[in-house]
């Protein structure tokens, strides 16, 4: 499939411009591209503008293109109208195969030959999303995490008929758009990162539902304890560290400790009264501040950690 190449890309379409897709338009226009927006709701010109005005700042922290320019976006009526023209497509419909479908079906018919659709599902796998298409090859997954704009992590995941030539594109895209994309080789409902938050948490919940801690601890032992090796690197590469013999001394020393804490893992439902726990727990973490407020908060923290890990790495 012929396709511009990955670092030349001038123009982008942003299909769905809520809270992702909104960082996504900010982010690609500090790449200096210009972004085509399509969102059905009324309002969306005057709440993207809003959103990439507030985060511009942040934006110019941890780096963008000289030629950036906030104000190279344009907005559409339709999808169609939104991608004339463009080099690739991120596509952020609600989490409905129906509507995603139906968006590929529209757009599909104006999109020039090399151009690259990707989903920015979170759970949906590429191979259903790509069934219905007339050009399934170029339709990929290009899940982000919540704030794009700021949050390198991008999941890049093909379908059973993605050319494979378009996941190495796209992943050579998003490191040129200053991402730090991943490659799942497998797909997953939930693809990867997902899957392991989510197996955290549900040991959070159940350990919250057994009385051994509160929400606002078990957050708090999280943040202050592994989460600060986290935001320098995964748990592997952590517990190989743990040990003066590496891996090999870590299996052998604690491999069976670890077994058997597997094996004690609990389980978690989302019943009403585990919900009305999750509910109180956190409203008693936030101590109530606003969540608008909380966000602005993790961002600046967000931004001063990417800064640091900037300045370690010489990036």
């Known amino acids: 499939m012929p396709m511009v190449d990955a670092d030349k890309v001038k123009r982008v379409a942003v299909l769905g411009a809520g809270t992702i897709g909104a960082s996504w338009t900010a982010g690609f226009l500090a790449q200096g591209m210009s972004v085509s927006v399509w969102d059905p709701d009324g309002d969306t010109e005057v709440r993207v503008r809003d959103v990439i005005a507030g985060v511009w700042p942040a934006l110019k922290r941890i780096g963008m293109v000289d030629d950036a320019d906030p104000d190279a976006v344009s907005f559409h009526a339709t999808p169609a109208g939104a991608c004339e023209g463009v080099e690739m497509v991120q596509e952020n419909a609600p989490e409905r195969l129906e509507m995603k479908v139906a968006l590929y079906d529209e757009i599909e018919a104006v999109l020039s030959p090399e151009a690259v659709i990707s989903s920015s599902t979170s759970s949906i796998m590429p191979t259903v999303l790509q069934a219905s298409c007339k050009h399934p090859g170029r339709l990929a997954v290009g899940h982000p995490f919540n704030p794009p704009h700021l949050i390198p992590c991008v999941e890049v995941v093909g379908g059973k008929q993605t050319d494979s030539e378009v996941v190495d594109w796209l992943m050579a895209f998003y490191e040129a758009a200053g991402k730090q994309p991943i490659r799942i080789n497998k797909e997953m409902p939930g693809h990867l990162i997902n899957r392991l938050q989510m197996a955290l948490w549900r040991e959070v919940i159940y350990l919250v539902n057994e009385g051994v801690a509160s929400v606002g601890d078990a957050d708090k032992g999280i943040a202050y304890g592994p989460g600060l090796r986290w935001a320098l690197m995964g748990p592997t590469l ?19 400790m ?58």
């Open 258 to 315: 670890n077994e058997s804490m597997w094996n004690q893992l609990g389980d978690a439902t989302l019943d009403a009264e585990t919900r009305q726990r999750l509910i109180d727990g956190v409203e008693e973490e936030a101590d109530g501040v606003p969540v608008a407020e909380l966000r602005a908060k993790r961002d600046d923290m967000l931004i001063a950690v990417l800064e640091a890990l900037a300045k370690e790495r010489g990036r």
């Open 238 to 256: 952590t517990f190989h560290m743990a040990n003066a013999g590496g891996m090999p001394g870590f299996l052998e020393h604690f491999g069976e």
